[in-house]
């Protein structure tokens, strides 16, 4: 082995193709592992504003998987998880624990969740006085990420990976601008073991909603992620880990029995990756690269409550004689978008005046981008609008020539990072965003910028 590698690195230097840094990576060596997420308590399952219950058992199993990547100089690790979101507490926490019993840095950790929302949540909701289950929760799922990553890191083996991406279209639909705009991209990075060719890990991207089982569901599933990672774990073995892209305003098309269209869903999507996983070339020596910055983001402003209620009632006058006057229904539609936004925002400007310590003027949000050989996996801290993500990796194949997958849900979470285009038109996700609008240019800015300060690196 010892030879063959030095053979390998004479070639690469003969035939000038260095890092910029002078040095040829150690052979690559990875590890992965899972651990089960499912709350050994009662807790609430989360998702849906209308249910506030505890779930009531286990439909199928939830995971945190990890796969850590070490090419000599540099460690990543990617986690998965079988949850709606990740916040900025959790992540801490977990990477807290991992950067203790490995060294390895915080940037150079990527934590996410599929977006899957019949998970339980550890989100406060005080209408079932239930305050205390949500740190005990956040315990718990840092644990099972640490020991995952931590598992994933003791069993590393040389390897060698690879990336390529692989579309699949009629699976999705965008459902806020009512047009074909969609990510078919299913991005997937192999990584095997040299002896025997065994499968260590897949780790995939897809955008998409997780939302077939609806609010009166109150069994634990990892939705159509968990039955993808399942099939793909299946067939190729290892462990394989769903990342969820820029599905803000994406959902999944689905009809009949929501726990027969999740293992529907989870099937077609596998098979893009399985299909993909056989194509891709795989390398021993690849670029291992981090970076990551933490942006202070304005939170969206919100008018006084009277000046609140004056707008909805505009708003509603508007609605009126529209459909007095038998307008379009586009148009219609349209004014009852901009409608529900008016209306949202008087619930929050109501909120505020009740109680000012709850008017938000920043939020932090972490943008990191990790480079395995030729493909950037950047993060966005909540539900990205698909033309950013779209944007980001035409930029980056223009610029660096490399692939681009958007992981969304990870490392924090800010709810919808909408375009000025929906903020405009209205709709639930505009309805709901907490970020003001210049939002998620910053971030895919901050993205570009990120990447710019990798190729010189
Ligand atoms: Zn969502």
Redesign the pocket.
Known sequence: MLSRRWFLSCCLIVAGFLQATGSVEAALRAGASRKSIVPPFPTQMGGFHDRLTNFEGIHDELFARALVLDNGTTKLVFIGSDL?SVDAELTRLAREAITQATGIPAANIMISGT?N?SAPSYYQKTAMGQDDAEPSLKKFLAKQFADAAVEAASTAKPARAGFAAGSLVGATRNRQQKNDLIDPQVGVLRVEEIEGRKTIATLFNFAG?P?IIGSTNLMLSGEYPGAASRAVENLLGGVAIFTQGA??DITVNRNGDPFLEIERLGRTVAGEVIKTSGLIKLEEDLVLKAASTTLTLPALALPNLDDAKAALEKGKAALELAQQQKAIPTAISQLEDRNRVLSMTVLKAQAIAENPSKKETELPAEVQILQVGNVLFGTIPG?LFVEYALELRSRVKQETGNSFCLVGYANGYLG?IVTPRAMETGGYEASVTRLAVQGGRMMTEAAIGLVHELGRN
Do not use: A, L, P
């Open positions: 709606m977006h929302h909603h939302v599905c803000g539900e919808y």
